[in-house]
């Protein structure tokens, strides 16, 4: 019998993910203000990895108390700079000025996975995804974001591999699934360690 999992997410490429790999999947979106427990957490001097980890959690943890019983899956993205923690863009404008400092450089994008269970986390993992960019002009940029905006408003560093977004790099070093949003081989494997799924 397959887990009853609950995915604290409205990404419908998550979801697609855990379905195609044949879970059987609730969407139940968590709202959380990200921004705030962003700025919390940097203030402290959390690592960019941490702050995924915890957004993650904290997603998780309010679909748990909604869902007993359940494990409910909690995922998040942030994207590092040099030190700087991108958020997804607000407007074109700014997603315009996002791909203008990552153009030509090589930026982390740290996927978070955090499975809880009535309200006690159960497991977590943080990918970790070196993406180089070519250098882009501001003219292609600035049609890049037109075409796109309605999409990557969505994504955390303004791109989508899954679309015209893989055009956008020179080099991918790491996990494909991560940079989807979602640890897809990770989670499986420790669904299979619990018993849960059998190959």
């Known amino acids: 019998m397959l887990p009853d999992l609950v995915l604290a997410s409205s990404s419908q490429i998550r979801a697609q993910l855990l379905r195609s790999a044949g879970l ?6 968590a709202r959380v203000d990200e921004e705030a427990i962003r700025q919390a ?4 001097g959390a690592k960019p990895r941490d702050v995924a980890d915890q ?34 863009p607000e407007s074109p404008d700014q997603a315009i000025a996002h ?11 740290l996927s978070a996975l955090v ?10 993992h943080v990918a970790e995804v070196r993406l180089t960019m070519h250098p882009l002009s501001d003219a292609f940029i600035a049609e890049y974001v037109a075409r796109n905006w309605d ?4 994504a955390v560093g303004c791109y ?11 080099a991918i070093e790491g996990d494909y699934f991560a940079v989807l ?15 849960e799924l059998t190959t």
Do not use: C, Y
């Not at 203008?100 to 930026?107: A, D, I, Y």
């Open 99 to 109: 791909l203008q400092s990552l153009s030509g450089r090589t930026h982390r994008l």
């Open 55 to 88: 957004l993650a959690e904290a997603k998780a943890m309010k679909q748990s108390a909604r869902h007993p019983g359940a494990l409910v899956l909690g995922a998040d993205q942030v994207l590092e700079l040099q030190g700087e923690i991108f958020a997804k």
């Open 115 to 124: 499975v809880v269970q009535d309200g006690r986390p159960l497991w977590r």
């Open 41 to 44: 957490l940097e203030q402290e």
């Open 151 to 154: 999409s990557i408003r969505h």
């Open 160 to 170: 989508k591999l899954e679309e015209e977004g893989v055009r956008l790099f020179s």
């Open 181 to 195: 949003g979602l640890p897809l081989i990770e989670v499986l494997n420790w669904l299979r360690a619990r018993g």
């Open 24 to 29: 059987s999947v609730t969407i139940a979106p």
